[in-house]
């Protein structure tokens, strides 16, 4: 009869291992649809693929919080990895507010619809280019957490490359904008989604610099 | 049955209780500490496997006396158990994990000094070095398996999430195994020393098992270490599960593995036996103690990594605790005894009696020990150990290591094998061949213990003394056990 309940404890085990994946399967997609949401909205406006898309990041939003609550529920319910599980319960957390920011930005284009001149598409596309490359790395240095902890490190190198990219090309873009000859309100509104962008970059590096934390406290 | 014996058998349930309450820390301590296991799930593990261990394996001969079989009258048990319950129970309550055993070769040194037995020097040398050697010993298997299994799971990573889950269930396994060799190796030194006077009887279970009158004895037994476990042990737990250093699951693990290891390459008879017999070179023999392995696994994993989290006051406490557990039970022993001698007049230990007649010069002549040396003490009687020694001083020519010779062969013991107690035989753990050596000297008296065992010995080769060897150490050893238990029951000395 013991041994039938450690059997059911790996299952368990199994089955909430696969829970995380999918949390972070769904994050890495989320950044995915937001770089063609982005691309879609700077080539044709507020269309039917954007709003297609932002319907399916919203989707993602809603399944990924359903996800962490389970796997935190289940953490805590059946006491499993005492010693990492108010790290875990944090890094879920933090990655999820990645995709909230994901989805608030697009929200903004759709009910916002800013006017984005020309001149700028070009590095609005460089940004979100970056930022999505730091919330695929962010996922990558998640998964590492769990599975291979020794290669956390490799990748939460690449989140703060892809940020400070991302810094440069927003700084740029918001020198260029206000230097400019656009109304005040213009540029303070193209301002305000620069810095949305670029946001869920600076998000994807806090997460990894807690990750970096969490490996200290793993391994020494 | 007299109602005093089940008075004498609440000290053997005290001791019990408070060894639950102070050695389950030893197997689950860092498992609760790590959280990696409920407290509640620990207790309950432990107490089952506890009992399971005492009843099944425990009734083996090796360990059926334990360490109080040297104590010769009951009151006298009762007092040791007591004071080593006590000692046990306040280092408890400090929350010191001590060992028992120390706790109770206090308590008979105690015993020694009351009346006036002599004490084996080695058993404060073993105590001393217990303290020293095993944590060390546990220490450096501590540090190697922690080294080795991070770099296993440096090399080989596995999902956060699925080690939590192998550690959990090799937590449970260690700890289930280490409380079933708890109950196992401890039974005898609770219970005993009680099973003579057992108020038992067999009785079979629908015809397909049967449980023994010993068996029942150490259910009790057993049942106090349990319930100890479960009232009492969270404190010693919170001390080696994180109050000396905090602990991650897997060093958790380790401590409970190397403190196996430790136990099981150092102290099993049956493992030099095994290797002895296959011609293998063997691990010495040195004494360990539980405790002290756990401990010092927890400090090996803590000085591993760089040292800085132990707490060196609870480590401290700790080390006085050691020290403090067999002298307190020696003086709580000696001190009780005085009084249950002069004030409830028990009789709390047997005189014991010394004396060299012709057939002990005859034996000691054929064991090696020239008998003429002896023309001064013969024909004389001494009325305690440390009176026969101080005339054996006077002996001219005779050396101090063959004292302990001469005390076993001119020890007087009245025994005589009255027919109507061979029946307490059956249910006991002799063999059948055993037993019938016995029969056939039904009626005999005899005036030492050496006369006994040789008359058995003629009867029966199994009653037989097999050259000291490393591989005939535990049937040397079951046999005097078993030999003690005849020594007391056909005891004719009131």
Redesign the interface.
């Known amino acids: 009869m013991k041994f039938d309940k450690d059997i059911r404890l790996f299952r368990r085990t199994r089955a909430l291992e696969a829970e995380i994946d999918k949390f972070l399967d769904l994050l890495s997609e989320g950044g995915l649809l937001f770089k063609h949401a982005v691309r879609d909205y700077l080539d044709h406006g507020s269309c039917d693929e954007f709003e297609d898309k932002l319907r399916q990041v919203n989707d993602i939003e809603s399944a990924a919080d359903d996800l962490r609550r389970s796997i935190e529920t289940q953490l805590y319910s059946q006491t499993l990895i005492p010693d990492a599980r108010g790290d875990v319960l944090g890094l879920l957390e933090n990655l999820d507010n990645i995709t909230n920011r994901i989805e608030g930005t697009l929200w903004g284009f759709s009910i916002e619809n800013p006017d984005i001149p020309a001149v700028y598409k070009e590095d609005f596309r460089q940004l979100v280019e970056m930022v999505v490359e730091a919330v695929e790395a962010v996922v990558l240095a998640s998964r590492a957490f769990f599975r291979n902890i020794d290669a956390v490190g490799d990748h939460n190198h690449k989140v703060m490359f892809y940020e400070k990219e991302a810094d440069k090309v927003s700084t740029k873009l918001k020198r260029a904008i206000f230097g400019s000859n656009l109304d005040l309100a213009h540029k303070t509104h193209l301002r305000h989604f620069v810095e949305n962008l670029d946001n869920v970059a600076d998000w994807s590096e806090d997460v990894a610099d807690r990750l970096a934390i969490y490996v200290i406290k793993r391994t020494h | 049955m007299d109602v005093s014996v089940l008075f004498f058998l609440t000290s053997g349930i005290f001791l019990g209780w408070a060894l639950g309450a102070n050695d389950a820390a030893n197997v689950f301590g860092t498992a609760v500490g790590?959280?990696?296991i409920?407290f509640t799930t620990a207790a309950l593990i432990c107490s089952v496997f506890v009992i399971l261990g005492a009843v099944f394996s425990g009734a083996g001969a090796a360990h059926t006396l334990g360490k109080l079989g040297a104590i010769n009258a009951l009151p006298g048990s009762f007092m040791v158990a007591f004071s080593a319950a006590l000692a046990v129970y306040l280092m408890t309550k400090a929350s010191v994990p001590v060992s028992t055993t120390q706790a109770i070769v206090g308590g008979i040194i105690g015993w020694n000094l009351f009346s006036e037995t002599l004490t084996d020097s080695s058993s404060l040398a073993k105590i001393l070095s217990t303290w020293v050697i095993c944590p060390i010993l546990s220490a450096v298997f501590a540090v190697g398996l922690f080294k080795l299994l991070n770099w296993l799971l440096?090399r080989y990573?596995?999902?956060?999430?699925?080690k939590?889950?192998y550690i959990?269930?090799g937590l449970?396994f260690a700890g289930a195994f280490g409380s079933y060799s708890l109950g196992a190796n401890n039974i005898g030194n609770v219970m005993g020393v009680f099973i003579p006077a057992s108020p038992f009887t067999d009785f079979s279970f629908a015809g397909l098992f049967t449980i023994t009158s010993i068996q029942q004895l150490f259910l009790i037994g057993a049942v106090a270490i349990g319930i100890g476990v479960i009232t009492y042990s969270k404190r010693v737990i919170t001390t080696i599960g994180g109050g000396l250093t905090p602990l991650?699951?897997i060093a958790a693990w380790v401590v409970v593995i190397s403190h196996s290891i430790v136990l099981f390459l150092f102290a099993s008879q049956g493992l030099e036996h095994f290797l002895a017999s296959y011609g293998l070179p063997t691990i010495p023999l040195v004494p360990v103690s539980s405790s002290q392995a756990a401990v010092g696994a927890v400090i090996g994993i803590a000085l591993v990594?760089g040292g800085r989290g132990v707490h060196w006051r609870v480590l401290g406490s700790i080390g006085l605790g050691w020290v403090a557990t067999p002298v307190l039970a020696g003086v709580v022993c000696f001190v009780g005894l005085f009084f249950m001698q002069n004030v409830f007049n028990q009789q709390v230990y047997t005189p014991v009696h010394y004396g060299i007649s012709e057939p002990v010069l005859r034996k000691l002549n054929s064991e090696g020990i020239s008998g003429h040396k002896f023309n001064a003490v013969v024909g004389e009687s001494f009325n305690s150990a440390v009176d026969f020694t101080h005339a054996l001083d006077q002996v001219p020519s005779l050396g101090g290591n063959t004292y302990p010779d001469v005390l076993k062969y001119a020890k007087l013991h009245d025994i005589f094998i009255d027919p109507s107690l061979l029946v307490n035989l059956e249910s006991g753990t002799l063999s059948k061949l055993k037993v019938a050596a016995v029969r056939l000297l039904a009626g005999r008296r005899f005036e030492h213990e050496w006369q006994l065992a040789d008359a058995l010995a003629e009867l029966e080769p199994e009653w037989q003394t097999l050259p000291a060897s490393k591989f005939n150490r535990i049937r040397n050893k079951n046999l005097k056990s078993d030999l003690t238990y005849l020594y007391r029951l056909f005891s004719a000395v009131d």
Do not use: G
């Open positions: 790590t959280r990696m409920r440096h990573p596995i999902h956060l999430l699925r939590d889950a959990r269930v449970i991650s699951p990594k």
